[in-house]
């Protein structure tokens, strides 16, 4: 009998068990970077929200020194006024206002300016985590 030497070479199985662990690490990998994507574009939009908001926030401390100047300032923007002692208020065009949301911690009638000064404005608010909340006093 003539004594044959055996190859070394891959089984049938031995390459099928190798394709399955480098399918399942490709697959993997797949879903990491995927997610990663997904991730960094939430934080990319809330990023550019923030920064949006904040300019507007320096833009209103800069501009608006009057009631009416605020409201024209709020008309097309997602802004919330909040009278600091009153509530939320909605101005109109000659400055007058409306309480929409009276505050429970509200001043005493002996605090109470005749005209309020002390503005709480609330800047943005769709995208989550990135409204901005500024305080300017408006004479």
Known sequence: MQ????RPAFTLSEAMVGLLIISCTGMAAMRFTSSFLKNKYERDIQISAVVQNMNIAEALRAEVKTL?????FSKDKDIKI??????EIELSQTG???????ESFSFPKQLEAKAPRLFKIEIGGNVPN???TAVVRIN
């Open 130 to 132: 990135s409204k901005i």
């Open 82 to 87: 909040w009278a600091v002692g009153i509530g």
């Open 68 to 72: 009416p100047q605020l409201y024209e």
């Open 3 to 6: 004594n044959k030497m055996k």
């Open 96 to 102: 007058e206002y409306t309480v929409t949301n009276s």
